[in-house]
């Protein structure tokens, strides 16, 4: 059983298979329609969240499957003093995969290492943020058609970007090989959010 708590924690090629799935997905959506019949997501949000919980959760009913959980730790027994590593236990006895939110950094390792289902880290602070990093991977790669060669420019408060955190962590460059290099170039485009494609790809590697 695996988990995704930190973008490094796939390598480069299973990156790729990651984005190359979210594409196909893209293309071919009804191809994968039922892949997860049967199957049960877990959405554990211990503080509030839009587009990702909602990405995660259109995600599942996308591929067929259904969708538990709660959108805020006062609506679940963590209100009543229940640790994570316990939601995470009873949880397990539910669901095929658990997607948590938490204010904490490092919450999710503690999930992760209780449940007995594949966690997926959807935010622990300021921490990590991996399926955002996989987002803008892949709305850069639809914008640019590449990943190699490219210079990313991030704008804002950056003293504590999850964005900044993921990005500086590996060499995306690796990712089309033949052109090499790192992030190192590139032109002003509007970035989109296909949220909820990357979901489904992370979905998918882990239940099907």
């Known amino acids: 059983?695996?988990?995704l708590i930190d973008i490094v924690d796939f390598s480069v090629e299973e990156l790729q298979q990651?984005?190359?799935?979210?594409?196909?997905i893209i293309a071919n959506p009804?191809?994968?329609s039922e892949v997860c019949h049967g199957?049960?997501?877990?959405?554990?949000?211990?503080?509030?969240?839009?587009?990702?919980?909602?990405?995660?959760?259109?995600?599942?009913?996308e591929l067929g499957g259904n969708v538990i959980g709660f959108s805020e730790a006062s609506s679940s027994s963590a209100a009543k003093g229940e640790s994570v590593a316990d939601t995470a236990k009873?949880?397990?006895?539910?669901?095929?995969?658990i997607a948590m939110r938490h204010p904490k950094e490092g919450a999710p390792v503690v999930a992760a290492r209780h449940a007995g289902i594949p966690i997926i880290n959807a935010g622990d602070g300021s921490h990590n943020h991996p399926t955002q990093t996989l987002a803008d991977l892949l709305t850069i790669l639809r914008k640019k058609n590449r990943l190699n060669n490219l210079t990313i420019g991030m704008c804002g408060d950056l003293s504590a970007s999850v964005i900044k955190r993921n990005?500086?962590?590996?060499?995306?460059?690796?990712?089309?090989?033949?052109?090499?290099?790192?992030?190192?170039?590139i032109d002003s485009f509007l970035f989109t959010m296909?949220?909820?494609?990357?979901?489904?790809?992370?979905i998918l590697a882990f239940i099907r």
Request: proline share 4%; with cysteine.
């Open 1 to 3: 059983m695996r988990s």
């Open 90 to 97: 009873v949880i397990s006895c539910y669901a095929d995969i």
């Open 167 to 185: 990005f500086g962590e590996k060499d995306f460059g690796n990712l089309f090989p033949g052109h090499g290099g790192v992030l190192d170039r």
């Open 194 to 202: 296909p949220a909820a494609y990357v979901m489904l790809s992370v």
């Open 30 to 32: 009804k191809k994968y």
């Open 39 to 61: 199957k049960k997501l877990a959405t554990l949000f211990f503080e509030p969240s839009t587009r990702t919980r909602l990405s995660f959760e259109a995600a599942m009913y």
């Open 18 to 24: 990651l984005l190359d799935t979210a594409c196909d």
